[in-house]
């Protein structure tokens, strides 16, 4: 979820986890933790998540987004899938499952969420081991050779390490349309003060947009031409009732901003085709991480349907 996504709601956290479980998980400072890479994911992290993606609210969002993908693809190819930062399974057993005869891949960097993966495609899909693949790997990667028909990038949380700055810059960090876009897009603030979500410095906003656009240019290259990408995202509205800010800036970030901000057009790399909101306790990551409780709204996510230019 981007920063400008997130919301002042807060979340009741003792709705899932018990008071043991939830002070386990208190003492956990996301900011620094995730600054620690992708390998955060192997300790408290990691523990955290797999208590997050098993619950009721994310299997059943997991449930509808791959019944939702299946139809989007019904009439497309769909000879390769795969699920970029997997984590651990949960969606993509349901991905093998309903893509019957497709090579189905999961990418991650965390240990841990594979050996897990492992297990659970073991069990949910004993039969299907010469076609489900995983790989480890940081990313974003641009040294991975597939060519998928459908990527998806479900409720992302990638993490860079410090020292990955270089190989973001190589990437598309210093394309210089697209920084020109992000410079004006990260100064510009809302029309009306009260509506400000985006309480960064400029530059911070700016790095942030440009190292999500590498890596959607990751996931774009890891597509055939043509290729789909789905990219499911926390949210506390429906994307036409965002601010007219917060949209361009996620569709600078997912590469699909196709129109000039203040005169700077970015690189598009995405014809974005759909965008649904679903309302969904999944928020709650997005509370956890922020060390907010109590106070209960809405919010879910959007599936966002992305075609490869
Ligand atoms: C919030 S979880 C989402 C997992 C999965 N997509 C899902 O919806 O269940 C984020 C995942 O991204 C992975 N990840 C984070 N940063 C990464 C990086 N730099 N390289 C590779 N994987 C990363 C973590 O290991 C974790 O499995």
Request: include cysteine; charged fraction near 35%; glycine fraction near 6%.
């Amino acid at each position: 979820m981007s920063k400008d996504k997130k919301k002042k709601k807060r979340n009741q956290p003792e709705k899932k986890a018990g008071k043991k479980q939830k002070n386990k998980y208190a003492q956990l400072d996301f900011d620094k933790e995730l600054t620690y890479g992708q390998k955060t994911y192997n300790k408290l992290v990691g523990e955290w998540w797999l208590s997050q993606a098993g619950d009721k609210a994310h299997r059943k969002a997991y449930k509808h987004i791959a019944d939702t993908l299946k139809k989007l693809m019904k009439g497309r190819p769909q000879e390769v899938v795969a699920d970029y930062a997997c984590g651990s399974g949960a969606l993509l057993w349901r991905l093998a499952r309903k893509f019957k005869r497709s090579r189905v891949i999961g990418i991650d960097g965390s240990e841990l969420m594979l050996k897990i993966t492992d297990q659970v495609l073991m069990h949910r899909c004993p039969d299907d081991a010469a076609r489900l693949e995983l790989i480890e790997s940081d990313l974003p990667n641009f040294e991975l050779e597939l060519q998928c028909d459908l990527i998806v990038y479900c409720f992302p949380n990638i993490c860079p390490r410090g020292d990955d700055q270089p190989y973001y810059d190589e990437h598309g960090a210093m394309h210089k349309a697209d920084r020109k876009a992000a410079r004006a897009l990260a100064k510009s603030r809302e029309k009306n003060p009260d509506d400000e979500t985006c309480f960064e410095k400029p530059k911070q906003v700016m790095m942030e947009l440009l190292d999500s656009k590498v890596v959607s240019r990751n996931l774009h290259a890891l597509l055939k031409p043509g290729g789909i990408c789905a990219r499911i995202e926390y949210s506390n509205a429906a994307f036409e009732e965002l601010s007219e800010l917060v949209q361009q800036r996620c569709l600078f970030s997912m590469g699909a901003l196709d129109k000039p901000f203040e005169g700077h057009q970015a690189e598009p790399i995405f014809e974005l085709l759909e965008t649904t909101y679903h309302i969904s306790d999944v928020i709650d990551d997005v509370y956890h991480q922020q060390g907010a409780e109590d106070e209960e709204e809405e919010g879910g996510y959007h599936i966002n349907i992305l075609r490869a230019i």
